[in-house]
């Protein structure tokens, strides 16, 4: 089966507090649906010293957010877009964009 949101992928954000971003995906969890943005959807974490003379600190880092939040964004228009799968002569499949018919 074709994913519709791969690794390394540009997306836009498409609702919630980082509505109209861009970012490239890091990683996609496929049994629930969701996936880490790099700059969006930033946590800050407190992280506890656990070892003697080590120091506690504060972390920014992503969190995961739903697929449905995001929408891929087309290569040549610069535009979220959706994407449909087509089968190619030699019975491979590939993603492409509807919205300019370009293979992502």
């Given at each position: 089966m074709l994913r519709r949101i791969k690794k390394n992928d540009l997306?836009?954000?498409i609702s919630g507090k980082d509505k109209s971003k861009q970012g490239r995906v890091i990683q996609v969890d496929t049994k629930k649906n969701k996936v880490k943005?790099?700059?969006i959807a930033i946590l800050t974490r407190h992280v506890k010293a656990r070892a003697q003379g080590e120091k506690g600190s504060i972390r920014k880092?992503?969190?995961f957010i739903h697929?449905?939040?995001?929408?891929?964004?087309c290569p040549s228009t610069k535009?979220?877009?959706?994407?449909r799968v087509k089968t190619l002569d030699d019975g491979s499949k590939v993603r492409i964009s509807h919205r300019s018919q370009d293979v992502i």
């Amino acid at each position: 089966m074709l994913r519709r949101i791969k690794k390394n992928d540009l997306v836009m954000v498409i609702s919630g507090k980082d509505k109209s971003k861009q970012g490239r995906v890091i990683q996609v969890d496929t049994k629930k649906n969701k996936v880490k943005i790099k700059g969006i959807a930033i946590l800050t974490r407190h992280v506890k010293a656990r070892a003697q003379g080590e120091k506690g600190s504060i972390r920014k880092e992503e969190s995961f957010i739903h697929t449905c939040k995001v929408m891929p964004v087309c290569p040549s228009t610069k535009q979220p877009c959706r994407i449909r799968v087509k089968t190619l002569d030699d019975g491979s499949k590939v993603r492409i964009s509807h919205r300019s018919q370009d293979v992502i």
